[in-house]
């Protein structure tokens, strides 16, 4: 059998792979308390950064990795960004250097940031049509997946020491060994030099409630273990389990997107808002470790609702032409709220009355309780004036 062939399982699945490993950065948070302890003199925000500082680095190859893939093809960069993951990710294991465990993060960026969008690019150029829609709608949930099977692992391993918890990237090199048996180089389409691309207002926009959405999100994925831990006097792992339901609960909000959507319409995005709000009021309101639990559980459906929506928007706001740019732009925003998120933390507990570890829910709360209110009232003006508009004509 012809295991080359798009058409094959062997060959999805393989394509597939390149995705499990996207979202792991913050798959260690649960061994972040531990660390802490290794680092007494070390602020702890920054500590919490250990889990969202190579979101920075992303960035930066994110917005090169086309030009690199051009050069040198994309499954060579491909397979370089899945090594320098395991090698990087695998370096804290070694290392009790409070600056190369950061210099070694932000070198795991920088390997996650080159297959990041190749791992779209590659659904793009192999697969059209209606499976081309299901193996995006797949890649999506294997992000999932993989960023919650390696969420519990950690917090197995965090049990041996903190140390053990970055092990999770060795899974990078059976990846890359998977992915380069089985995946041709992929044709590259020429570009046309001419086109120049630029964004507007209402992509900045969309790109700085990303950045917004995400800050929150990264932040139960963040805070939850010292909530747990600190507060509660639970365990990495217990706080491990919590992070991976909020993430699995995020894959399934993904996959029924379309059917919401289908529903609610334009208030499928402040519904998505409602969702964290709600949620962090609940992390907040909470004295034990179920009601942490179901905080987080409905906050992980906040996300895949208020992304997904963002993104469908890409064609009907972004200038003619300028798609990819958009796309980029949003990307952006996402990956820096997400790299920003122990900072915000920081002063999020500054304007709270609260002062425990979830003290930062609560102003949370209140920001997102405002931003919905806006969201609704500028989705009911528009369908007013839209309204309006037909009456008219």
Same mark, same amino acid.
């Given at each position: 059998?012809?295991?080359?062939?798009?058409?094959?399982?062997?060959?999805?699945?393989?394509?597939?792979?390149?995705?499990?490993?996207?979202?792991?950065? &913050?798959?260690?948070?649960?061994?972040?308390?531990?660390?802490?302890?290794?680092?007494?003199?070390?602020?702890?925000?920054?500590?919490?950064?250990?889990? &969202?500082?190579?979101?920075?680095?992303?960035?930066?190859?994110?917005?090169?990795?086309?030009?690199?893939?051009?050069?040198?093809?994309?499954?060579?960069?491909?397979?370089?960004?899945?090594?320098?993951?395991?090698?990087?990710?695998?370096?804290?294991?070694?290392?009790?250097?409070?600056?190369?465990?950061?210099?070694?993060?932000?070198?795991?960026?920088?390997?996650?940031?080159?297959?990041?969008?190749?791992?779209? &690019?590659?659904?793009?150029?192999?697969?059209?049509?209606?499976?081309?829609?299901?193996?995006?709608?797949?890649?999506?949930?294997?992000?999932?997946?993989?960023?919650?099977?390696?969420?519990?692992?950690?917090?197995?391993?965090?049990?041996?020491?903190?140390?053990?918890?970055?092990?999770?990237?060795?899974?990078?090199?059976?990846?890359?060994?998977?992915?380069?048996?089985?995946?041709?180089?992929?044709?590259?389409?020429?570009?046309?030099?001419?086109?120049?691309?630029?964004?507007?207002?209402?992509?900045?926009?969309?790109?700085?409630?990303?950045?917004?959405?995400?800050?929150?999100?990264?932040?139960?994925?963040?805070?939850?273990?010292?909530?747990?831990?600190?507060?509660?006097?639970?365990?990495?792992?217990?706080?491990?389990?919590?992070?991976?339901?909020?993430?699995?609960?995020?894959?399934?909000?993904?996959?029924?997107?379309?059917?919401?959507?289908?529903?609610?319409?334009?208030?499928?995005?402040?519904?998505?808002?409602?969702?964290?709000?709600?949620?962090?009021?609940?992390?907040?309101?909470?004295?034990?470790?179920?009601?942490?639990?179901?905080?987080?559980?409905?906050?992980?459906?906040?996300?895949?609702?208020?992304?997904?929506?963002?993104?469908?928007?890409?064609?009907?706001?972004?200038?003619?032409?300028?798609?990819?740019?958009?796309?980029?732009?949003?990307?952006?925003?996402?990956?820096?709220?997400?790299?920003?998120?122990?900072?915000?933390?920081?002063?999020?507990?500054?304007?709270?009355?609260?002062?425990?570890?979830?003290?930062?829910?609560?102003?949370?709360?209140?920001?997102?309780?405002?931003? &919905?209110?806006?969201?609704?009232?500028?989705?009911?003006?528009?369908?007013?004036?839209?309204?309006?508009?037909?009456?008219?004509?």
């Amino acid at each position: 059998m012809n295991y080359k062939n798009p058409q094959s399982k062997i060959f999805a699945l393989a394509v597939l792979s390149v995705s499990v490993m996207i979202t792991t950065g &913050t798959a260690i948070s649960s061994a972040l308390p531990e660390m802490a302890k290794s680092f007494p003199k070390v602020p702890m925000e920054q500590i919490d950064s250990i889990a &969202t500082i190579q979101q920075f680095a992303v960035i930066i190859t994110l917005l090169l990795s086309g030009i690199i893939s051009r050069k040198i093809g994309i499954k060579k960069t491909i397979l370089i960004g899945l090594a320098a993951t395991g090698i990087a990710g695998v370096f804290p294991f070694f290392s009790q250097n409070w600056v190369l465990i950061l210099i070694s993060r932000l070198i795991l960026g920088l390997g996650i940031g080159l297959f990041n969008s190749l791992a779209i &690019t590659l659904i793009d150029l192999f697969y059209d049509g209606s499976q081309q829609s299901q193996m995006l709608g797949f890649r999506s949930a294997t992000e999932q997946i993989g960023v919650s099977l390696l969420n519990v692992l950690a917090g197995m391993l965090v049990l041996i020491n903190w140390h053990a918890s970055f092990l999770i990237y060795l899974l990078a090199f059976p990846l890359l060994t998977f992915f380069l048996k089985n995946i041709p180089e992929p044709p590259v389409p020429k570009q046309n030099k001419r086109t120049k691309q630029h964004i507007n207002i209402r992509v900045v926009v969309l790109a700085l409630l990303l950045f917004l959405i995400v800050s929150c999100s990264t932040a139960v994925i963040v805070q939850i273990p010292n909530i747990v831990v600190t507060d509660l006097s639970g365990t990495g792992t217990v706080s491990s389990i919590i992070i991976s339901l909020n993430t699995l609960t995020g894959m399934f909000m993904g996959i029924l997107f379309g059917k919401i959507y289908h529903f609610t319409k334009r208030f499928v995005l402040p519904l998505g808002i409602v969702l964290m709000a709600l949620g962090s009021l609940i992390i907040v309101i909470s004295n034990n470790v179920l009601g942490v639990l179901i905080g987080a559980i409905i906050c992980g459906g906040s996300y895949p609702l208020v992304g997904s929506y963002i993104f469908s928007l890409v064609n009907q706001i972004a200038p003619a032409g300028s798609e990819t740019l958009a796309n980029s732009c949003l990307l952006i925003g996402a990956n820096m709220g997400s790299f920003a998120t122990p900072f915000l933390l920081n002063e999020l507990k500054r304007l709270s009355s609260l002062t425990n570890q979830a003290a930062a829910f609560l102003s949370i709360f209140w920001i997102l309780a405002g931003l &919905t209110c806006l969201v609704l009232i500028q989705q009911l003006v528009r369908i007013k004036i839209n309204h309006h508009s037909i009456t008219k004509n």
